[in-house]
């Protein structure tokens, strides 16, 4: 079933490890997103693609990285995890107009301690 | 800069009441705007599209931009209503065409 995947769903890592949360997508979109959103609050905007080898930081400034190798995946990483990292991700695609909105994954819980 | 304002952290109506949530936003160009719903336990998902002008789960929006807003409006609220709601700008400045949410309002039908 075509669908946005993000693994894991829940994440509790210790102080400067290094994590990479993965999202997939079988839709064939060719925009990717992924926003950060601390409880109760807004999503911000921390990285798009437009598509294979295009990435772009978004409005709100993140240490986090990301990558777009291949269309259905986008995988965002921390070099070294802090506390201040601690938040929901979530990652969403589009189709090139992007008129149907985001199909949104189920997000990565990601805790820091 | 592109801002979109929910301006209800908590909206609480009782089963069979008509409801609002209010969105508001700030953009001097064409605006393309939606509302998402989160229900508890799963991912956010598209409720409603202006430029479609469609009626969903009984929901509708409509674009005023002498008002700026785009509030959604339903006029009997079902229990399975409950859930969080935002609202969403897209522009076609910075950001690529991205999304911009507003804080979202959590939407309590009670019997």
């Known amino acids: 079933e075509a669908d946005i995947y993000q693994t894991p769903r829940y994440l509790v890592i210790g102080t400067g490890k290094k994590i990479t949360l993965e999202c997939s997508q079988t839709?064939?979109?060719?925009?990717m997103y992924w926003y950060q959103q601390d409880p109760g609050m807004e999503l911000h905007l921390i990285h798009y693609?437009?598509?294979?080898?295009?990435?772009e930081k978004g409005d709100l400034s993140s240490e986090s990285t990301v990558s777009r190798i291949r269309t259905e995946h986008f995988p965002l990483t921390l070099e070294s995890a802090r506390p201040s990292h601690t938040s929901q991700y979530l990652c969403?695609?589009?189709?090139?107009?992007?008129?149907?909105?985001?199909?949104f994954g189920s997000g990565t819980r990601l805790t820091v301690v | 800069a592109q801002r979109v304002t929910q301006p209800e952290k908590l909206l609480s109506v009782f089963k069979g009441a008509p409801v609002e949530l209010k969105c508001n936003y700030s953009?001097?160009?064409?605006?393309?705007l939606f509302w998402y719903v989160q229900y508890s336990r799963q991912r956010l998902q598209l409720l409603l599209r202006?430029?479609s002008r469609e009626s969903i789960k009984g929901f509708t929006a409509d674009l005023n931009k002498g008002e700026t807003s785009f509030h959604l409006k339903k006029p009997f609220a079902q229990e399975e209503d409950s859930a969080m709601y935002y609202c969403?700008?897209?522009?076609?400045?910075?950001?690529?065409?991205?999304?911009?949410f507003g804080k979202g309002t959590s939407l309590l039908v009670t019997p």
């Open positions: 969403a695609s589009s189709d090139t107009r992007g008129l149907m909105g985001y199909t």
């Open positions: 693609s437009y598509g294979v080898n295009s990435t």
């Open positions: 969403a700008l897209r522009t076609n400045s910075n950001s690529g065409y991205a999304l911009n």
């Open positions: 202006h430029i």
């Open positions: 953009y001097s160009g064409s605006p393309e």
């Open positions: 839709m064939g979109h060719d925009k």
